[in-house]
């Protein structure tokens, strides 16, 4: 079962002609043989302003696998890539001063979140807006692409995916993210029909498609199973719970869907989980690193393959025991560790896929792997 999943990752193309001779339908249907994968984090979020075209376009041509676009709705029901719908920080929104009086209180998903949410926006009135660094602290240098590019749209995501094929004579696989559903839904705004409706239009229509279509909650990937054949991705968090579960009142957690258990059930709706890296490799209190769980071969005896978020070069994100440097330096945070220690580490535990915010480090540390 497992062996026919993976089958669900990269096959190079020999040429331009042969694709086009294909179609769209055959070239969005290549199966990609290598593992790991190489998931471009909301795209070379790393180096450029997460969930651009630009940074798609950056992930790709640095070699990633498949690209990441988180989906949220606009008023008027268009999908656009953002993490979040709440787009205060990571747009120039709070510089417009024909949407101040936008800015609002809101629940979401339980949580009183405070600024500007892309559902009360039209596209075009999006499209009027412009990406920013999430996190200038972190990584300033990506500062210097601040107002630079547009909110995109799935539909672009997916013709600059067409277009990046075509030139560079290989299948780059979607991951789209599916954002807060139950919230969305109960505003009138389900995300699952145009999910589908727009995968199926490009041609992505069966389960030998590059694409996985993920998401926290449990709900609507059951809804997904019965509307597409898709392969699907439960994601699990490293605690609390699906909020779909607390909407309805379900005391089970994110660590009951880890259990066998848990995985022979997510085995029914979903092809893999994308997990965090801490459930498969625990950190102390002190950000050391603990043994290993059983997590991938848990789930590899269920049928499923297992990815991971989120890989990152700098010293914020790694354990301890990778990092570099002296830990007083204000300059700490943002240096480069060990990455390539912590793939290696991974990547050795049998990891099918890692979701990386530097895919050329993943890919460099795949081919290291390889050798």
Same mark, same amino acid.
């Given at each position: 079962?497992?062996?026919?999943?993976?089958?669900?990752?990269?096959?190079?193309?020999?040429?331009?002609?042969?694709?086009?001779? !294909?179609?769209?339908?055959?070239?969005?249907?290549?199966?990609?043989?290598?593992?790991?994968?190489?998931?471009? *984090?909301?795209?070379?979020?790393?180096?450029?302003?997460?969930?651009?075209?630009?940074? #798609?376009?950056?992930?790709?041509?640095?070699?990633?696998?498949?690209?990441?676009?988180?989906?949220?709705?606009?008023?008027?029901?268009?999908?656009?890539?953002? *993490?979040?719908?709440?787009?205060?920080?990571?747009?120039?929104?709070?510089?417009?001063? !024909?949407?101040?009086?936008?800015?609002?209180?809101?629940?979401?998903?339980?949580?009183?979140?405070?600024? &500007?949410?892309?559902?009360?926006? @039209?596209?075009? /009135?999006?499209?009027?807006?412009?990406?920013r660094e999430r996190l200038p602290e972190l990584r300033q240098r990506n500062t210097l692409y601040d107002?630079?590019?547009?909110?995109?749209?799935?539909? !672009?995501?997916?013709?600059?995916?067409? $277009?990046?094929?075509?030139?560079?004579?290989?299948?780059?696989?979607?991951?789209? /993210?599916?954002?807060?559903? %139950?919230?969305?839904?109960?505003?009138?705004?389900? =995300?699952?029909?145009? =999910?589908?409706?727009?995968? *199926?239009?490009?041609?992505?229509?069966?389960?030998?498609?590059?694409? +996985?279509?993920?998401?926290?909650?449990?709900?609507?990937?059951?809804?997904?199973?019965?509307?597409?054949?898709?392969?699907?991705?439960?994601?699990?968090?490293?605690?609390?719970?699906?909020?779909? +579960?607390?909407?309805?009142?379900?005391?089970?957690? #994110?660590?009951?869907?880890?259990?066998?258990?848990?995985?022979?059930?997510?085995?029914?709706?979903?092809?893999?989980?994308?997990?965090?890296?801490?459930?498969?490799?625990?950190?102390?209190?002190?950000?050391?690193?603990?043994?290993?769980? %059983?997590?991938?071969?848990?789930?590899?005896?269920?049928?499923?393959?297992? *990815?991971? &978020?989120?890989?990152?070069?700098?010293? $914020?994100?790694?354990?301890?025991? +990778?990092?570099?440097?002296?830990?007083? $330096?204000?300059?700490?945070?943002? =240096?480069?560790?060990?990455?390539?220690?912590?793939?290696?580490?991974?990547?050795?535990?049998?990891?099918?896929?890692?979701?990386?915010?530097?895919?050329? @480090?993943?890919?460099?540390?795949?081919?290291?792997?390889?050798?």
């Open positions: 079962m497992r062996s026919i999943l993976l089958a669900i990752g990269f096959a190079a193309v020999s040429s331009l002609t042969a694709h086009a001779a !294909e179609g769209d339908d055959a070239l969005n249907s290549r199966p990609i043989t290598n593992a790991p994968l190489v998931i471009g *984090h909301r795209g070379a979020s790393g180096y450029r302003p997460e969930h651009t075209l630009a940074s #798609y376009e950056l992930a790709i041509d640095l070699g990633a696998d498949f690209v990441e676009p988180d989906l949220v709705s606009t008023r008027d029901g268009v999908l656009v890539a953002r *993490h979040e719908n709440e787009i205060g920080g990571t747009t120039d929104v709070a510089d417009h001063s !024909e949407f101040a009086a936008r800015r609002t209180t809101k629940t979401i998903d339980g949580n009183a979140v405070t600024g &500007w949410f892309t559902e009360d926006f @039209t596209l075009v /009135e999006l499209k009027t807006l412009r990406a107002d630079r590019y547009e909110i995109p749209t799935l539909d !672009e995501v997916i013709a600059l995916v067409k $277009s990046k094929q075509h030139s560079l004579h290989r299948t780059i696989g979607l991951y789209p /993210e599916t954002k807060h559903p %139950t919230y969305f839904r109960s505003i009138g705004l389900a =995300l699952e029909t145009p =999910l589908v409706r727009t995968l *199926h239009r490009a041609g992505y229509r069966n389960a030998r498609a590059p694409v +996985f279509i993920q998401s926290f909650e449990v709900g609507n990937l059951r809804d997904l199973s019965r509307m597409t054949r898709l392969p699907l991705v439960q994601l699990i968090d490293a605690a609390g719970q699906p909020y779909d +579960f607390t909407a309805s009142g379900d005391p089970r957690t #994110y660590a009951d869907l880890v259990t066998p258990a848990g995985l022979r059930e997510i085995g029914q709706y979903a092809s893999g989980v994308g997990v965090a890296k801490n459930l498969i490799v625990p950190r102390a209190a002190d950000g050391t690193l603990l043994a290993p769980t %059983t997590l991938i071969d848990d789930a590899h005896a269920a049928g499923l393959v297992v *990815h991971a &978020w989120t890989f990152r070069n700098e010293n $914020s994100f790694l354990p301890l025991d +990778f990092r570099v440097g002296d830990a007083a $330096s204000p300059v700490y945070p943002s =240096l480069y560790g060990k990455a390539f220690d912590e793939y290696a580490l991974f990547f050795g535990l049998g990891l099918d896929g890692a979701f990386s915010d530097n895919p050329d @480090t993943a890919i460099a540390a795949r081919a290291a792997i390889a050798r």
